[in-house]
């Protein structure tokens, strides 16, 4: 823990600074978590509106005078469209900054130490829900279907048939055949569309232990960062591109660090060396809610059973459901009574603080010490 403090202190100073600069309930590090689902309905909102323009084929040889294909439909949805430059560049930079907001939640629950034991499940679930976020913008960019998406598309192919033993499967799979065709284009909008609807899913796992997850930010933070987007999409409007020409070996024009780094990497190292490293990077994020930097266990809260009376409020308050009301022995004269869930506790002295009846302790503690405690962060707050 005393490795992650100075991070911790850090961020801690920069809450200070800005609740002196605005006012606390408006405070985006309290909602860093929250920020990155309300940008995923920005995301929803303005992927219905280019869906509905949007045709995913490599050509169309009924319209001979006319092609009309992917690429085509993205330039009149920019062009014709009104506010389809607008709506797409929006759906852009919205992605970006939905991947900057999860990499600055890891970071701050990294730096106060709340990735460990009783929330290993967040964790986990919250490097899968990145990783899929990751791979929903890649395929947003094959989806336009010009030079880039077209090298793009060659280079994960090759990258995945390089996988001993089951390469060959993953890169027909994503190529929908043995070749790019318009079956190749159908598969990645329904991996586009498919997975962004399963981070619903995802997401429910991520707040499956929490009992009060913070799921909105105020309306004013959420219309400041929709004014941000906006921003963005004047100042840096997406510039024109050339469609795919696969009798051609296109070149990478413009590159987004934000959700292209991977294939930068690749191009830099090459296929085998590519996925070690990502693989590295896969375990050490995955290993991190384990006490891999000698952080001591947390000591489980305790109940005082003679003086529990089943009022349940100890077990409503905790923030990790790590509270449960059991049946009381037959010589109680009470219903029930709280037991905890040592695996899943973090000794963070919520309980201690919601029981009125003295009943529940934390090791080495007294029970003045927690209520102390607790008063100075209500008052610091």
Same mark, same amino acid.
């Given at each position: 823990?005393?490795?992650?403090?100075?991070?911790?202190?850090?961020?801690?100073?920069?809450?200070?600074?800005?609740?002196?600069?605005?006012?606390?309930?408006?405070?985006?590090?309290?909602?860093?978590?929250?920020?990155?689902?309300?940008?995923?309905?920005?995301?929803?909102?303005?992927?219905?509106?280019?869906?509905?323009?949007?045709?995913?084929?490599?050509?169309?040889?009924?319209?001979?005078?006319?092609?009309?294909?992917?690429?085509?439909?993205?330039?009149?949805?920019?062009?014709?469209?009104?506010?389809?430059?607008?709506?797409?560049?929006?759906?852009?930079?919205?992605?970006?900054?939905?991947?900057?907001?999860?990499?600055?939640?890891?970071?701050?629950?990294?730096?106060?130490?709340?990735?460990?034991?009783?929330?290993?499940?967040?964790?986990?679930?919250?490097?899968?829900?990145?990783?899929?976020?990751?791979?929903?913008?890649?395929?947003?960019?094959?989806?336009?279907?010009?030079?880039?998406?077209?090298?793009?598309?060659?280079?994960?192919?090759?990258?995945? *048939?390089?996988?001993?033993?089951?390469?060959?499967?993953?890169?027909?799979?994503?190529?929908?055949?043995?070749?790019?065709?318009?079956?190749?284009?159908?598969?990645?909008?329904?991996?586009?569309?498919?997975?962004?609807?399963?981070?619903?899913?995802?997401?429910?796992?991520?707040?499956?232990?929490?009992?009060?997850?913070?799921?909105?930010?105020?309306? *004013?933070?959420?219309?400041?960062?929709?004014?941000?987007?906006?921003?963005?999409?004047?100042?840096?409007?997406?510039?024109?591109?050339?469609?795919?020409?696969?009798?051609?070996?296109?070149?990478?024009?413009?590159?987004?660090?934000?959700?292209?780094?991977?294939?930068?990497?690749?191009?830099?190292?090459?296929?085998?060396?590519?996925?070690?490293?990502?693989?590295?990077?896969?375990?050490?994020?995955?290993?991190?809610?384990?006490?891999?930097?000698?952080?001591?266990?947390?000591?489980?809260?305790?109940?005082?059973?003679?003086?529990?009376?089943?009022?349940?409020?100890?077990?409503?308050?905790?923030?990790?459901? *790590?509270?449960?009301?059991?049946?009381?022995?037959?010589?109680?004269?009470?219903?029930?009574?709280?037991?905890?869930?040592?695996?899943?506790?973090?000794?963070?002295?919520?309980?201690?603080? *919601?029981?009125?009846?003295?009943?529940?302790?934390?090791?080495?503690?007294?029970?003045?010490?927690?209520?102390?405690?607790?008063?100075?962060?209500?008052?610091?707050?």
């Amino acid at each position: 823990m005393e490795k992650t403090s100075m991070f911790n202190n850090i961020f801690l100073v920069m809450e200070d600074i800005t609740n002196k600069v605005m006012k606390s309930k408006y405070n985006p590090f309290y909602y860093h978590g929250a920020l990155p689902q309300f940008i995923m309905y920005i995301l929803f909102l303005s992927g219905l509106l280019l869906f509905a323009y949007y045709v995913p084929t490599i050509d169309n040889a009924y319209f001979s005078k006319n092609l009309v294909n992917a690429y085509t439909s993205v330039d009149y949805i920019t062009e014709q469209i009104p506010f389809g430059a607008v709506i797409r560049a929006a759906h852009r930079y919205a992605g970006d900054a939905m991947v900057i907001f999860i990499v600055l939640h890891a970071i701050r629950v990294w730096a106060t130490d709340r990735f460990r034991q009783y929330r290993w499940v967040q964790w986990i679930s919250g490097v899968v829900l990145f990783l899929m976020v990751m791979f929903i913008g890649q395929t947003g960019y094959y989806l336009i279907w010009d030079e880039r998406s077209l090298l793009l598309t060659r280079m994960t192919v090759s990258a995945l *048939a390089a996988i001993p033993f089951c390469g060959e499967f993953l890169s027909h799979w994503f190529m929908n055949g043995r070749t790019i065709s318009n079956l190749t284009l159908s598969n990645f909008l329904f991996i586009h569309i498919g997975l962004s609807f399963s981070l619903m899913f995802a997401l429910w796992i991520h707040y499956v232990r929490m009992t009060r997850p913070v799921i909105t930010p105020p309306p *004013a933070l959420n219309y400041a960062l929709l004014g941000m987007v906006f921003i963005l999409v004047y100042l840096f409007p997406l510039t024109e591109t050339k469609m795919a020409n696969m009798a051609t070996q296109p070149t990478m024009s413009e590159v987004d660090v934000i959700f292209l780094w991977p294939y930068q990497l690749l191009a830099a190292v090459g296929e085998y060396p590519f996925w070690i490293i990502m693989l590295l990077l896969l375990v050490g994020l995955c290993i991190i809610p384990g006490n891999i930097y000698g952080a001591k266990p947390v000591e489980a809260a305790e109940v005082v059973n003679n003086k529990c009376v089943g009022c349940r409020l100890c077990s409503l308050d905790c923030p990790y459901q *790590a509270i449960e009301m059991v049946p009381a022995p037959a010589d109680s004269r009470f219903k029930l009574l709280a037991t905890v869930k040592a695996q899943r506790c973090s000794g963070c002295g919520v309980c201690v603080g *919601a029981c009125a009846f003295d009943a529940i302790d934390l090791p080495n503690l007294e029970d003045a010490q927690v209520t102390a405690k607790i008063k100075e962060l209500i008052e610091a707050s």
